[in-house]
Each structure stands twice: as structure tokens, then as C-alpha cells.
């Protein structure tokens, strides 16, 4: 099996050990725009070790001369034809540093949108609320009408508290 043909689940898996290796580099980051930059890179170098492109800003930095700028989102996996026709969006990726609900709202809603078939979101709160707020993104998920069978949501927590990264999975339908 190519890993471009990985199941879902298993990237899924891939995506939360990444996220659990992360947390030095990220606490070292010191600025929002850096910790972005933390996860671009690590999620847009698995895309790149399974077969996809990455497209996001910064991408030469990160990737070479591989994949594109940013479309909609913080950072995409995607694959085009040999006529560089798109073909498919596998992955979008959004990510939210203030530490209010409302702005992690406005981003995630912006994954409930897209045809991937892996959806993540990166934010940072402390303990308190992590849970709270996972719940209510699930709930987003399952209230929302237009939903894909086999699409997964990786919601990936930086806690302020203890330093490490919360991560859940949380199937689409």
C-alpha cells in the first residue's frame, strides 16, 4: 500500500503522535506566528513523507520548491492532475492561538466547509477549558447538516498548564 492510501484513521493516528512530539520545539516558539510555523512544518512534512503536497504560506521555508501558498486554510494536503487540474484535498488544517472560544469557533467552522477527508484544528488553553470546549466542537460537528461520511476531525489542544499537547479524534458522522 502507498502511504497516500493510508486509511484516514491511520493518518489520524500519525497527525496526534506528531502533535505529542511536538511540544518542546512549540513551547520554544516565541510567538504565535512561530508556533504556526511549528505545525505547518511538522504536519506538512508528514503530508510530504505520505505522498501529498502541502500548500500553505511559507511553503518554500518549509518544503522546497515543493507544493503552494496558502489557500483557505493554515495549511492543506492536496494532489493535482499531470495537467495541474486539482484532484483532491485530503487534509486542511486551521489554527487559532487566542485563548477565547469564539475565535477557535470561527476557525474550526471554517473545516465543517471543506471536502477533506482529514479536518484539523490547533489551538492552545489551559486545562479548564480544554475539555469544555473539545465537547462543544464536537457538537459543532454533529449539528452541522452537511456533513461527509469517513471525514475525521483532529482536534489538537496545546495546554498551557502542563505544556503538552490535548489531542481527540472525533469521527464526522
Same mark, same amino acid.
Given at each position: 500500500? &502507498? #502511504?497516500?492510501?493510508? #486509511? %484516514? ?13 511536538? /511540544? *518542546? ?15 505547518? &512544518? @511538522?504536519? +506538512? *512534512?508528514?503530508? =510530504?513523507? =505520505?505522498?501529498?503536497? #502541502? +500548500? ?10 515543493? +507544493? ?13 492532475? #499531470? ?15 487566542? /485563548? ?12 465543517? =466547509? %471543506? ?10 488553553? *489551559? ?12 457538537? +459543532? ?14 482536534? %489538537? %489542544?496545546?495546554? @498551557? *498548564? ?12
Amino acid at each position: 500500500m &502507498k #502511504p497516500a492510501d493510508l #486509511p %484516514a484513521v491511520e493518518i489520524a493516528e500519525a497527525i496526534r503522535q506528531r502533535f505529542a512530539n511536538l /511540544s *518542546n520545539e512549540f513551547i520554544d516558539a516565541k510567538s504565535d506566528r512561530e508556533r504556526t510555523g511549528v505545525v505547518k &512544518k @511538522t504536519i +506538512g *512534512n508528514l503530508g =510530504l513523507e =505520505l505522498g501529498w503536497m #502541502p +500548500g500553505t504560506a511559507g511553503h518554500q521555508s518549509f518544503f522546497g520548491n515543493e +507544493g503552494e501558498g496558502e489557500w483557505l486554510y493554515d495549511l492543506i494536503w492536496y494532489r493535482n492532475t #499531470p495537467e495541474r487540474h486539482l484532484s483532491e484535498v485530503y487534509l486542511v488544517l486551521e489554527s487559532e492561538w487566542k /485563548s477565547k472560544l469564539e475565535p477557535i469557533r470561527v476557525d474550526f467552522e471554517k473545516l465543517l =466547509l %471543506a471536502k477533506a477527508w482529514l479536518k484539523v484544528l490547533v489551538f492552545q488553553s *489551559n486545562g479548564i477549558n480544554i475539555l469544555k470546549w473539545i465537547d462543544f466542537l464536537e457538537k +459543532g460537528i454533529h449539528v452541522f447538516q452537511k456533513r461527509s461520511a469517513g471525514e475525521i476531525y483532529v482536534i %489538537a %489542544a496545546f495546554n @498551557t *498548564n502542563t505544556r503538552q499537547f490535548e489531542v481527540k479524534k472525533i469521527d464526522g458522522v
